[in-house]
């Protein structure tokens, strides 16, 4: 199973991005989702989950400002980022955890999608 990040860019103080994370291969079920970020210099910072049945769980950095949610029929998961600071520049990644068709587990992460946060 792949996961390909998209979304990132350069954004103004107080702005809004929306990320995405979409999956592909034989997949059967998707049952957990993160998403990380990493500044150069530190450790990769979990900053939201949702698991399969929808319930949430996010940073106290971002809670508030980030929403996590997941298209299932897309195989897709997003990360919605409001009010945006310089403090949350860094590189996204997502992560996700399920079940393939094959009935083997999967674990796969994303490439890494940069956010900019600057005037």
């Known amino acids: 199973v792949q996961l390909q990040a998209s979304g990132g860019g350069l954004v103004q103080p107080g702005g809004s991005l929306r990320l995405s994370c979409a999956a592909s291969?034989?997949?059967?079920?998707?049952?957990?989702v993160y998403w990380y970020r990493q500044t150069p210099g530190k450790q990769r910072e979990l900053v939201a989950t949702i698991i399969r049945g929808g319930s949430t769980n996010y940073a106290d950095s971002v809670k508030g400002r980030f929403t996590i949610s997941r298209d299932n029929a897309k195989n897709t998961m997003y990360l919605q980022m409001n009010s945006l600071t310089p403090e949350d520049t860094a590189v996204y990644y997502c992560?996700?955890?399920?079940?393939?068709?094959?009935?083997?587990?999967?674990?796969?992460w994303g490439q890494g999608t940069e956010l900019t946060v600057s005037s």
């Open positions: 992560n996700a955890y399920g079940l393939g068709s094959g009935g083997a587990d999967f674990g796969s």
């Open positions: 291969g034989s997949i059967f079920s998707i049952n957990a």
